[in-house]
């Protein structure tokens, strides 16, 4: 039984570039859910999306959007990037967008230089 | 964002021994959970609480829900090198704006002494 799997694991980009990073969610799952990891913090919420559509915000800016797809698959876009951006982004699946059981997965590594 | 406060930030510690951590909020949380986090994985959920008061055990794992809803504690009891890692704590309000969403601690990295 698959866990949620991201990709990629790590990608440099270079300030005010774009960047996708893509989650697909433990099977049976239908909720997708991401935070940002930065360097010695924990997590943060950014957003949750369920039936395809952003449920929960967390205070991240417009440049952080998100999708997902019928197959309950997601992913995040981050535009005009900026150093600050560079953390360890985890996506988080569970069945039902009011659960607490979260499984996460391994994450992106997105450096921004 | 707002983030619990978690402490200690980190400890070292001879293996067998026990080992005690909290964590604490300004805001009410409806429920508490604990995570642990290795490197390079994501966070793996260790224990959840949904009642004030209620004392949870885990094998050698053990977590309270403070009575005001607004901290908790975890246990780990005769401590082994692969207790190693960072453990956060994580509260879901359940109620209300941004109810589901968790709000994490800044973590306790553990290390254990052989």
């Known amino acids: 039984d698959a866990g949620v799997t991201q990709s990629p694991t790590h990608l440099i980009k270079t300030r005010g570039q774009q960047v996708t990073l893509r989650c697909s969610p433990k099977?049976?799952?239908?909720?997708v859910s991401w935070y940002q990891q930065a360097l010695g913090q924990g997590p943060q919420f950014i957003f949750q999306?369920?039936?395809?559509?952003?449920?929960q915000r967390g205070n991240f800016p417009d440049r952080f959007s998100g999708h997902q797809f019928p197959n309950y698959s997601s992913e995040l876009n981050v535009n005009a990037l900026l150093l600050g951006d560079s953390a360890l982004y985890l996506c988080?699946?569970?069945?039902?967008?009011?659960?607490?059981?979260?499984?996460f997965g391994s994450g992106t590594r997105l450096t921004v230089v | 964002g707002q983030q619990l406060n978690q402490s200690p930030q980190s400890m070292f510690i001879q293996e067998g021994e026990d080992v005690s951590m909290n964590c604490t909020s300004s805001?009410?949380?409806?429920?508490w959970l604990w995570y642990k986090q290795d490197p390079g994985e994501g966070p793996v959920l260790l224990i959840a609480?949904?009642?004030?008061?209620e004392l949870t055990s885990n094998g050698r794992l053990t977590a309270q829900f403070g009575i005001t809803r607004k901290d908790s504690f975890l246990n780990i009891s005769a401590s082994i090198p692969s207790d190693v890692g960072i453990y956060f704590c994580a509260g879901q309000k359940g109620s209300g704006a941004g109810s589901y969403q968790l709000t994490f601690g800044k973590g306790t990295k553990l290390s254990v002494i052989p």
């Open positions: 988080a699946s569970s069945l039902g967008w009011r659960s607490y059981g979260y499984t």
């Open positions: 609480l949904y009642k004030a008061g």
């Open positions: 805001s009410i949380f409806n429920t």
């Open positions: 099977s049976g799952h239908d909720t």
């Open positions: 999306y369920y039936e395809e559509e952003e449920r």
